[in-house]
C-alpha cells in the first residue's frame, strides 16, 4: 500500500510541476511549487515507512525463526 501512496505522492507531485510550468501568475506559480514540496515530502515520507515497516516485519520473522529452532523451554 505505500509503494501505492509514494507512486500518488509522486504523480500529485509532477502534476503540480507542470501546472508551475504553464501559469502565468507568480502566485499561482508559487502555490503549485510549494504544493510540489509538500507532495514530495509526503512521498518521502512513504517511502522512510515503508522501508520501516519491511525491517520490523524481517525484525520480528527473524525472532520468532530463532525462538522456534530454540525449541520449547
Known sequence: MSSTMHSFYLARAADCRRDAAAATLANARDRFLTSEATWRQLAARAARSAAMHA??????????????????S
Open 55 to 72: 525491517r520490523l516485519l524481517a525484525e520480528k520473522s527473524a525472532a520468532r525463526a530463532a525462538a522456534a529452532a530454540a525449541g520449547p
